[in-house]
């Protein structure tokens, strides 16, 4: 008998988490071993609340809802930040209400924190005798994790980071006059978004003409020196910064406090701003630091169509393989072949991704710690490829919001009595 | 005989400033009155040094290069900020210059200040008997001039502004705790771009909850109060703030200092950080503060098609104009209609343009000064309509390049030869 499907969603937004989801969902439908879908609102916290929606109710009959969910950002279901303890009381609860719903497909889409959630939940369901399959989808536009080529999520805000170094580049080229941008990318320990930008390069647009990697240690007076030698051969220079650049030491370059997250890591930002004031004082021309922030993680009207279709995927991908009886897995992919450019899908163990960091190799970088090698540049280029068909209305990108979908929900009801 | 055209750009970048250089490109090269389509690269004072290169024999064998300009960002020419003296030197070296190169239609693309420069060129010509019809062709993201319904450019920096919003909006209603994120948006004295921000509203989603122009008297106290009210109706509060806004006696919120620019504007930045720090003072909650900066004006990834046919077709406008023999003018639309939207090309004398600035009538802020009107709605509706058709290369938008251009011509030569 079929058993039913819950998915839940964790951790930092991206363009593409819903994807998966329209994956998960999609894949369901037309499946005859699983029953019904359903969504934790805000992850493993919202289903210790039993905060829990019926997704094929809402998207059986609404195909081109499934699409609208395929190319808006963010987290349809919510997000959580919480960290499961070993409180046997906590993990009774999980699954009491798992019971209930007669779930036997668990699927999570995280990072490496989530990953973790997974791992913990089926070595519970293996100690004790629980037929539930749990699943993670990856996520992250960070790309830091491990088992896997390059994470879902990172595309897009690659391709966002590398058309605003583009923009920017464009901006700056119409004055004869010196100036220095200086935009912080995110990234805490790994460099690879930072590295991204570098994909702006065509043509004869030299931008970004510096980078600065979080693998490398950084040195304020070097990057004074990297930008007045670049200045001698540009008017306008672009430098692409980690927010995670640290010195020899270890101590963040950024000026600003540092604040933490649910999961205890460092919240950097100002590193641009305080580098802005190196440059204004040490060399005096005009400088702008740019912080796109937020804006680089949730930019559905930029999305990359490989990533977007890759974190479809990966939701087919975790819901077969939990279908196919595997638990304590991650939906994953492998690439076969940059040129063209192939991957392979298959399951990966979760202990190979929970906790851990995949940082940029030093090799990846070139010497002198301000650029990338043409390896890295081989690695990203596909990553970006082709334009999402995000759907638009009255101008701006249709994305679908839950409260919005009960709506059509409730519309189309009435069109059925 | 036809006489040769000259066009200069000038002042800040906007998406759309190269889809005007295009619809005159594309114009006179099937005019019969007009010669040669010659380029000052760096406005007027590239001009006083003969900095100009031939459009034509760039152009005219590569029509499709004619429409990737059409959507490339910036300025293709490159621009100034500079100011004409009443130097009769001065005078006399450009109309020496155009004399040498036969022209017969001066165009220039700007501002309120580069048509205070049309205005200076008509004025002579008139005084001193010259042939020469000079016209300009109005572009600003801050919709501050006058004699037009809305500036081109305006709609695609507003495109930009409520897609930014809409993508905050989704990123931050993932999670379940109090945030509050301050947008800084662009306009000096002008609140358009500003309360563009309101079209992100859709559905259910009401971001941006509150916004500040600088037509009203800023109030730091009632802001907080605001923001406050929000926070019990919304866990997350997104406020858009004007970088000009300022005090009831005038002075600008805007912690950091001000620097100046050619024309001895304020350059304003800061207002967001600085509120942010009052936010997280006073209440509290996590605060994020976003300054877009120029990725606003030169975003020509989400431009608005509205604007960019609207730019190509102000350009033809204005060689017509030129052709007529009209001088001292400026091209201008008219709205006609809002629902169909209509508009209807003309031209307008340039004083009603020149060196002044159309703010937003009180009207349209509502009572409080912490939203706009559904007059102000219907206004900006129609001008983010529509997806421009940015050709991509590689996975990123496929702007022209003034040096990359040159490289294709070259290519051309070899192959004709």
Known sequence: ???????????GPTAVINSSLAGVIDYSLSSDKVGKVFGMINGIEGLLEE???DLTSMFYNLPHEVNRLKHSPAMFLGSCRYKLSNNEDEFKTIFDILEKYNVGYFIYTGGNDSMDTVK?????????????KVVGIPKTVDNDLNGIDHSPGFGSAAKYIATS?????????????????????????????????????????????????PEVPFSVEQF??????????????????????????????????????????????????????????????????????????SAGHIASLCDVNEAFNLGTVAVRAAEEGKTGVFATLKRTSDKPYCVEYGTERVEVVANAEKTVPR????????????????????????????PYRAGLPDYIDIRHLDVTKQKYKNEDE
């Not at 008998?1 to 951790?11: V, W």
């Not at 920017?168 to 690879?192: C, F, L, P, Q």
């Not at 090799?363 to 995000?390: C, F, H």
Request: glycine share 8%; proline share 2%.
């Open 165 to 213: 170094v583009r923009n920017v580049a464009y901006d700056t080229s119409i004055y004869s006059i010196k100036s220095v941008h200086i935009i912080e990318a995110m990234g805490r320990n790994a460099g690879w978004l930072t590295a991204a930008s570098v994909l702006a390069r065509q043509d004869n647009m030299p931008a970004p003409h510096l980078v600065y990697l």
């Open 1 to 11: 008998m079929a058993k039913n499907l819950i998915i839940g969603q964790s951790g």
């Open 224 to 297: 004074v020196n990297d930008v007045k030698e670049k200045l001698e051969e540009y008017n306008s220079v672009i430098a692409v910064v980690s927010e995670g650049i640290h010195d020899k030491d270890g101590n963040y370059i950024a000026e600003g406090g540092c604040s933490q997250d649910g999961f205890g890591h460092a919240q950097l930002s100002g590193v641009g701003a305080f580098l802005k004031t190196v440059i204004e004082e040490q060399i005096g021309c005009k400088v702008r630091a740019l912080e796109p922030s937020v804006l680089q993680r």
């Open 51 to 53: 905060n829990i929606i």
């Open 120 to 132: 913990k939940l089926s070595d519970y369901t293996a100690a004790n005798g629980i037929d539930i």
């Open 363 to 390: 090799s990846w970088i070139n010497e002198a710690g301000n650029d990338v090698t043409e390896e890295m540049v081989t690695y990203l280029k596909p990553l970006i490829r082709g334009v999402a068909q995000t």
